[in-house]
């Protein structure tokens, strides 16, 4: 069971360390990385932050995401707990 728990919290960290990054196209219209602080501001992200507002939506994003993760740990209990259950009724 904990190996799935650490193999999602590293799929996140990997996902959230992939959107620190960002691609844009330089003279040539070849690609190329830069970080996010060089990439263009957004309006509404600016907008949010300016009125604090965007620790809601963080609180949000994180509140779903806890939840998720305590749904699968829950069901995967679940699951062992049943699975258990099956193999010692097979057993008799």
Known sequence: MYKKVYALL?????????????????????????DSASVQRIEMADQLRASGKIYV?????????????????????????LEKEASSVNKK
């Open 10 to 34: 590293l799929f996140i960290l990997s996902c959230w360390s992939f959107g620190t990054a960002g691609h844009a196209q330089d003279s040539t219209g070849q690609l190329r990385t830069v």
């Open 57 to 81: 939506v963080v609180a949000v994003v994180v509140i779903i995401l806890l939840g998720l993760i305590l749904y699968v740990v829950r069901l995967d209990r679940k699951i062992a707990r």
